[in-house]
């Protein structure tokens, strides 16, 4: 299932935050948005899960324009996990990935066998089934964090929106979780500060900059020695990875060595 974002534009309290932006993500693809703090990255996802309206253009997925659709269909085609996701109430983290169901379901409608096995399914892949019955708050950041990907796994959407998902994790989850992204299947739309990992993960990247989309491509051909000089403001070396040959990045922490 495909996204599009068609000339997007997002005002609050009389500022711009997001100008003309508009991006594709075809069927299956994983396409990154990167870029300094504040240059509405966040803004535009928030359009995409329907948690802002933007104040001009639109969201396509499969073809629809998403503001048109009911909630409960938007919330089957889309799922979202945010940086502000948190979970309030001490659910117990079966209870709290079940919770994906939610737009499938009427009511207090019982989960079937097949849903069950689509929850314990994704605790697995996301090394938490050892926690199902633990209650989410007392669980560390990287834990809840992997729970609440989870959740929005089992939703089963077409399209899949993440904005830092590797925020909390340590090393060998950072890798697992974008490694199992990638072999989804699903239309993927992340929002990452790690260049690096944006480069392993994604297929495309599109840098944002006060607002404007600034630089859209293979990760190769985006993150560049001069768009980080532009864009981010510092000095870096970029060098192919050993193993993959993807783009890396090496920071000078003294810009003028």
Do not use: W
Not at 60 to 76: F, H, K, W
Request: charged share 25%; with cysteine; glycine share 10%.
């Amino acid at each position: 299932m495909d996204l599009r974002i068609e000339g997007l534009g997002v005002v609050i309290d009389g500022k711009s935050l997001v100008e003309e932006l508009s991006l594709d993500v075809g069927g299956g693809e994983v396409v990154g948005l990167v870029g300094p703090n504040g240059s509405g990255k966040s803004t535009a996802l928030r359009c995409v899960y329907r948690a802002l309206r933007p104040a001009r253009g639109t969201v396509r997925v499969g073809g629809d324009d998403i503001t048109g659709l009911p909630m409960r269909r938007s919330a089957q085609l889309v799922a979202a996990m945010t940086q502000d996701g948190a979970v309030d109430l001490d659910f117990t983290v079966e209870e709290v990935v079940a919770l994906g169901r939610a737009p499938h379901q009427r009511g207090n409608q019982a989960l079937s066998a097949r849903e069950r096995e689509l929850c314990v399914r994704a605790m697995e892949r996301l090394d938490i089934r050892h926690l199902a019955k633990r209650g989410v708050l007392t669980l560390s950041g990287g834990e809840r964090q992997r729970v609440l990907l989870a959740r929005a796994l089992v939703q089963e959407p077409g399209v899949l929106v993440l904005d830092e998902p590797t925020n909390h994790l340590d090393v060998r989850h950072q890798i697992e979780v974008l490694s199992h992204l990638r072999g989804a299947g699903l239309t993927v739309l992340v929002v990452l500060h790690d260049l690096n990992l944006a480069a392993a993960a994604c297929d495309r990247i599109g840098v944002l900059s006060q607002g404007r989309l600034v630089a859209s491509g293979t990760p190769e051909d985006v993150l560049t020695e001069q768009l980080m000089a532009d864009v981010f403001g510092v000095k870096a070396t970029v060098v192919p990875h050993p193993l993959t040959g993807d783009p890396q990045l090496l920071y000078a922490l003294h810009p003028a060595l």
